[in-house]
């Protein structure tokens, strides 16, 4: 369903990811994980095609990001760290406004709304100001502004970042429930998060990919935070000697 090839951004000369190969099977939830500035944020924009690549390629069911980009944003639903809300409209409102720009018709249109409503648990609150929500209230909107088009993909970066314990197990189910039918890329630095949802586990350090490996067998021997801390430190050792 998605296949990252030698993804490479530049900024100058600066490097921010290099040469970055995975893949994303239907149905599956793949895990992101790396600590802060390890690249994830710069490759989840790259794939839903918010920011381009130095060089590489992305490909979403078959589909070019680049060279069919529109193709691969009809299939993707995005919730960025920061959700994209415009905090005095309501949320119905919002998520009209949002159908709308991703091409829903007149005609369909009301009945993706309720869709995703139902789905996010905001039926109560549909008529609420989202800056009057509260932050896991907003999240599941950024959330549902990313499900309204029923997209087969869904890339969530950090998303349960800030949101108090309730709203994390709240968010982390509904995750679970949309998974099945659409491929979830999740990016996090959130150990747990991975250990508890994710079959398939991408660990990014420094750019690079330092391992991608299914999640039963990458920690067959020991918890994840143990093999994350394993890559981590192999792949910085790696870098001191091919730096000297």
């Known amino acids: 369903m998605i296949e990252v090839r030698n993804l490479t951004k530049r900024y100058g ?10 893949t994303a099977a239907k149905g599956e939830i793949l895990g992101f994980l790396g600590p802060n500035g390890a690249g994830k944020t ?26 069919d980009s529109l193709e691969v ?13 415009y905090t005095d409209m309501t949320v119905g409102g919002y998520l009209r406004f949002a159908g709308k720009i991703r091409g829903i018709s007149r005609m369909q249109i009301d ?22 929500l ?24 950090e998303p349960t970042i800030g949101l108090d314990p309730k ?7 509904l995750i679970r429930e949309l998974s099945g039918d659409r491929t979830v890329i999740l990016s996090t630095h959130i150990l747990p998060e991975v250990a508890q949802l994710c079959q398939k586990v991408v660990i990014i350090n420094r750019g ?10 990458l920690t067959r021997n020991a918890p994840l935070e143990q093999v994350f801390l394993q ?13 000297a």
């Open 13 to 22: 000369d600066l490097v921010a990811i290099n040469d970055i190969t995975f």
């Open 42 to 67: 710069t490759t989840m924009r790259i794939i839903t095609g918010y920011m381009p690549a130095s060089s590489g390629t992305v490909k979403v069911a078959g589909y070019d990001i680049f060279d």
């Open 73 to 85: 944003r009809k299939r993707i639903g995005y919730l960025p760290e920061n959700p994209p809300l």
């Open 111 to 132: 009945d993706a709304v309720d869709r995703v409503l139902v789905k996010c648990g905001l039926t109560e609150v549909h008529e609420r100001v989202v800056g009057h």
């Open 134 to 157: 509260s932050k896991g209230f907003r999240q599941r909107v950024g959330l549902a502004q990313a499900l309204v088009h029923d997209p087969s993909v869904l890339v969530l970066d």
């Open 167 to 173: 709203q994390i197990i709240d968010i982390r189910q």
């Open 208 to 217: 690079r990919i330092a391992v991608e490996a299914n999640q039963a067998e």
């Open 231 to 243: 890559y981590i430190a192999q792949d910085e050792v790696i870098e001191t000697q091919v730096s």
